[in-house]
């Protein structure tokens, strides 16, 4: 094994994980998940069946993450961040999985809820405690509930634009990196 899994977690049969990743206390993954490298879990999160996960992606504690959902490379999800799976959700009765996807490099802040069905792109930044009801262009910043957009980041996470900003080039003031805005795909 050349991946880590803490005695007190809780990883079932089945479950595909990367090397160098890293399974806190009180963690469970379910046997139909899939890691990738380097992959940290962390205290008393939860990685659902079928969930994909790729390298490099940092789960803080108390995360829940459902079936359904498809995180990409380079993810940060903040503590306490829920993801749903169900826009129709009832106690009994019939249960429709709805898919979410997070594109490589997206951040997501502390205690932010992403509701099932949208796709949150690359580089993307939620800040804390935002409900996310609606897709995220990439290098969009949204914070609020339900989520707006407020302006775009660079990939060190800084902010580059206001909400205004019409495309095109931006350079962060603060690495330098060139970053392409370009609103016809959003
Ligand atoms: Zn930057």
């Given at each position: ?10 990883v ?16 469970h ?41 498809t ?8 503590p306490?961040v ?23 490099g ?11 069905g ?16 609606k ?7 949204v ?22 900003f ?7 003031k ?12 959003h």
């Amino acid at each position: 094994m050349n991946y880590f899994v803490h005695e007190k977690a809780v990883v079932d049969e089945g479950a595909r994980i990367g090397e160098g990743s890293k399974i806190w206390h009180f963690a469970h993954v379910r046997g139909s998940a899939i890691l990738g490298k380097n992959v940290i879990v962390g205290k008393s999160s939860y990685v659902d069946a079928e969930v994909k996960i790729g390298d490099n992606v940092k789960i803080q504690n108390l995360c829940s993450i459902f079936h359904g959902v498809t995180i990409g490379n380079n993810v940060f999800i903040g503590p306490h961040v829920a993801f749903t799976n169900d826009l129709y959700p009832r106690a009994t009765g019939e249960w429709n999985i709805t898919e979410t996807t997070v594109e490589d490099g997206v951040s997501i802040g502390a205690n932010s809820t992403i509701v099932c069905g949208i796709t949150l792109g690359k580089h993307a930044l939620i800040g804390a405690g935002t409900v996310v009801n609606k897709d995220v262009p990439p290098h969009g910043l949204v914070v609020g509930n339900p989520s707006r957009l407020i302006g775009w980041v660079c990939f060190c996470a800084r902010k580059v634009a206001g909400k205004d900003f019409e495309g095109g080039e931006l350079i962060c003031k603060h690495c330098g990196s060139t970053i392409q805005i370009n609103l016809d795909n959003h």
